[in-house]
């Protein structure tokens, strides 16, 4: 089969791979769509924390073609998406029942193979099956999880004033959750162009301001006489050290600042 093979950083090329191997207790999907999240962009910029040579993707969408004599929940045909975190289920964290922060944990497409590929090969715990989406829409679903997860961890009350700085995929996605949690306004912060586009007419904040990617000063300025109290909640969702730096600025007392960093 072919494959989006990386020896290393930058050092890519198509290659024909062998077909992975269904145990007992597999799936073996043969992939219709695979996202790209801004995670491969660092991956091939060597600044992540990949393992090579790598197939990489973790957005991965498939059907079932092959299954394990143990699986008993699927069906061949089935429209399936895989979680992408492998963790040890034995160490520290993992015995706390926080997973997410394993200290042996492996993700397909960062350390593991992932779904830049034809067909792959997950653990039946790991697949879920895909009812009333597009194969292109599901590959949202893994975004759509980690935004979930950070709006657990901040547990907003309604009625809350938020400030989201950019407006990438997994910003848009919360801050679109946040105001089906009832949050009273959603301002996003961000340079001009296509992302800003996308953010409107997804009607993803209730105020948008279009930053002057030269001179976006005056932007800040009136932000901040517009709002002399700040925000509950600023999220910083680019991953910029300077406006990660900046957020406190816009943070009003006793509220919460997140990193999204996508």
Same mark, same amino acid.
Request: with cysteine.
């Given at each position: 089969?072919?494959?989006?093979?990386?020896?290393?950083?930058?050092?890519?090329?198509?290659?024909?791979?062998?077909i992975p191997t269904?145990?007992?207790?597999?799936?073996?999907?043969?992939?219709?769509?695979?996202?790209?999240?801004?995670?491969?962009?660092?991956?091939?910029?060597?600044?992540?924390?990949?393992?090579?040579?790598?197939?990489?993707?973790?957005?991965?969408?498939?059907?079932?073609?092959?299954?394990?004599?143990?699986?008993?929940?699927?069906?061949?045909?089935?429209?399936?998406?895989?979680?992408?975190?492998?963790?040890?289920d034995n160490c520290?964290?993992?015995?706390?029942?926080?997973?997410?922060?394993?200290?042996?944990?492996?993700?397909?497409?960062?350390?593991?193979?992932?779904?830049?590929?034809?067909?792959?090969?997950?653990?039946?715990?790991?697949?879920?099956?895909?009812?009333?989406?597009?194969?292109?829409?599901?590959?949202?679903?893994?975004?759509?999880?980690?935004?979930?997860?950070?709006?657990? *961890?901040?547990?907003? #009350?309604? %009625?809350? !004033? &938020?400030?989201?700085?950019?407006? $990438?995929?997994?910003? =848009?996605?919360?801050?679109?959750?946040?105001?089906?949690?009832?949050?009273?306004?959603?301002?996003?912060?961000?340079?001009?162009?296509?992302?800003?586009?996308?953010?409107?007419?997804?009607?993803?904040?209730?105020?948008?301001?279009?930053?002057?990617?030269?001179?976006?000063?005056?932007?800040?300025e009136q932000l *901040?006489?517009?709002? #002399?109290? %700040?925000? !509950? &909640?600023?999220?910083?969702?680019? $991953?910029?050290?300077? =406006?990660?730096?900046?957020?406190?600025?816009?943070?009003?007392?006793?509220?919460?600042?997140?990193?999204?960093?996508?």
């Amino acid at each position: 089969m072919r494959a989006l093979y990386y020896s290393a950083p930058r050092k890519f090329e198509i290659k024909q791979v062998p077909i992975p191997t269904c145990s007992d207790d597999d799936l073996l999907l043969k992939v219709a769509c695979c996202g790209m999240c801004g995670s491969d962009k660092l991956i091939d910029d060597s600044k992540f924390i990949a393992k090579f040579p790598l197939i990489p993707g973790h957005e991965a969408i498939g059907k079932v073609v092959e299954k394990g004599k143990n699986v008993k929940d699927f069906d061949i045909g089935d429209r399936v998406v895989g979680d992408i975190g492998i963790s040890c289920d034995n160490c520290f964290y993992c015995r706390r029942g926080q997973a997410v922060l394993c200290e042996n944990l492996n993700a397909r497409g960062v350390t593991l193979d992932g779904g830049f590929v034809e067909y792959i090969v997950y653990h039946q715990k790991k697949c879920y099956k895909i009812q009333n989406l597009t194969d292109e829409e599901s590959t949202l679903i893994e975004p759509t999880a980690c935004a979930i997860h950070g709006l657990d *961890k901040l547990n907003p #009350p309604v %009625g809350i !004033d &938020v400030l989201l700085l950019g407006a $990438g995929p997994s910003g =848009l996605i919360l801050s679109q959750l946040l105001k089906l949690n009832g949050a009273h306004k959603v301002v996003i912060a961000a340079n001009k162009g296509i992302k800003m586009d996308i953010a409107k007419r997804l009607n993803a904040g209730d105020e948008y301001i279009e930053l002057d990617r030269q001179y976006p000063g005056p932007q800040w300025e009136q932000l *901040k006489n517009d709002n #002399p109290y %700040g925000f !509950d &909640v600023v999220v910083e969702a680019t $991953g910029v050290e300077k =406006l990660a730096q900046e957020s406190i600025n816009y943070v009003r007392r006793g509220g919460t600042i997140m990193a999204r960093c996508l």
